[in-house]
C-alpha cells in the first residue's frame, strides 16, 4: 500500500466501536462546518487523513501535462500538494479552516509553492470569484480571503475553468448536509475544454465496517455517472469503473477497498 487517505475515510465513516481511529461519532455537531471542524479538530494526532495522496488521483494525474487543478473537499491537502510538486498550479477548497490550515503547512513545509488552498464552502467559494482568483494563480490566505492584486469581483464565473477538477472521496456522514451531486455538476462547469473531471468515490463499505450507517448510499461508478447528467455532447468518459485496492484493515491486515472512478473529459 503506497497510499491511503482512504484507509482513515473507511475508519472514521463506517466503522464503529473496534480499536483504530476514532470513528465519527454520535453526539457529533450536524451542520458541516461545525461537524468537519470538529473532526479535524479532534483527530488522533493532529491529523485526520494519512498525508499520501489518492492513489486514484496520481494515477490518473501522473499521465497529465500539468497544468491547472481545482480539488474539492482538499482535507489536507495531500492531492493539492502532490500535484503541485508535479509542477500544476492546484488548488483546494475545504470547509474546514482547520485543514486548510494543515494542508498550507504541509505545502510550505513540502515546499509545494504552487499549492493554494480556500477555507469555505465549495457552493460558495464556486458561486464567488474566490475559485477565480485561484484559477488564475492569486493567492488565498488561510482565512479564504484573496491576497492577490486586482478585484476578485473582476474574475467573472464564466472565466474560470481549470485543466483537471478533482474530488477524492467527498463523502459525508448521513446526518451532514452535502449537496454532493449538485456541487460536483457545478464543479463540472469549471472544467476547461479538453479537461478533465475525476471523482473518486467509496463503492462499497470497507470489509471491517460494522455495516452500513442508516440513510449512507453507495453509488456505483454508473450510478454516480447517471447522477451527474453530463451532457453526452459536451463530455466524453474516458472512465466508469471500480478499482479495487489492497488497504491495511485496523488490526493491521490486508483488506480490499472498492473505490468508484469517474474520468470525464470535456470536448474541445
Ligand atoms: C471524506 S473527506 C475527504 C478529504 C480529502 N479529499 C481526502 O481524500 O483526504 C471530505 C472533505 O470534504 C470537506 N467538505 C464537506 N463538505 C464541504 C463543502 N460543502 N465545501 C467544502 N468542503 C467540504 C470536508 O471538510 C472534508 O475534508
Known amino acids: 500500500m503506497t497510499n491511503d487517505a482512504a484507509v482513515s475515510h473507511s475508519n472514521h465513516a463506517l466503522r464503529h466501536g473496534t480499536a ?7 453526539g457529533w455537531p450536524t ?10 479538530v479532534n483527530a488522533d494526532n493532529g491529523r485526520q487523513w494519512s498525508g499520501r495522496a489518492n492513489l486514484v488521483l496520481t494515477q490518473v494525474a501522473a499521465g497529465l501535462a500539468p497544468g491547472t487543478a481545482l480539488d474539492l473537499g482538499c482535507g489536507e491537502g495531500a492531492d493539492v500538494i502532490w500535484l503541485a510538486l508535479r509542477g500544476w498550479r ?14 498550507q503547512r504541509a505545502a510550505a513545509s513540502a515546499g509545494a509553492a504552487t499549492a493554494r488552498f480556500i477555507a469555505g464552502d465549495i457552493a460558495e467559494a464556486i458561486s464567488s470569484a474566490r475559485v477565480g482568483a485561484l484559477a488564475v494563480g492569486r493567492h488565498a490566505d488561510a482565512a479564504g480571503t484573496g491576497t492577490g492584486t486586482g478585484t476578485d469581483a473582476a474574475v467573472a464565473d464564466s472565466d474560470v475553468a481549470f485543466d483537471l477538477v478533482s474530488a477524492s472521496f467527498f463523502h459525508a456522514p448521513p446526518t451532514v448536509e452535502l449537496p454532493r451531486t449538485l456541487l460536483l455538476r457545478r464543479a463540472a462547469e469549471l472544467v476547461t475544454p479538453g479537461g478533465l473531471l475525476l471523482i473518486t468515490s ?3 463499505p470497507a ?3 460494522d455495516g452500513v450507517p442508516e440513510g449512507y448510499r453507495f453509488l456505483t461508478p454508473q450510478e454516480e455517472l447517471a447522477e451527474l447528467a453530463l451532457d453526452e455532447r459536451e463530455w466524453t468518459i474516458e472512465a466508469c469503473e471500480l478499482r479495487q485496492r489492497e488497504v491495511n484493515d485496523p488490526d493491521g491486515g490486508p483488506a480490499p477497498l472498492d473505490d468508484g472512478v469517474v474520468l470525464a473529459r470535456r470536448r474541445d
Open 20 to 26: 483504530g481511529p476514532r470513528p465519527f461519532g454520535e
Open 31 to 40: 451542520e458541516p462546518r461545525e461537524f468537519w471542524e470538529h473532526a479535524y
Open 90 to 103: 492546484a488548488s483546494g477548497v475545504d470547509i474546514s479552516p482547520t485543514a486548510v490550515a494543515r494542508a
Open 202 to 204: 467509496h463503492a462499497a
Open 207 to 209: 470489509p471491517w465496517a
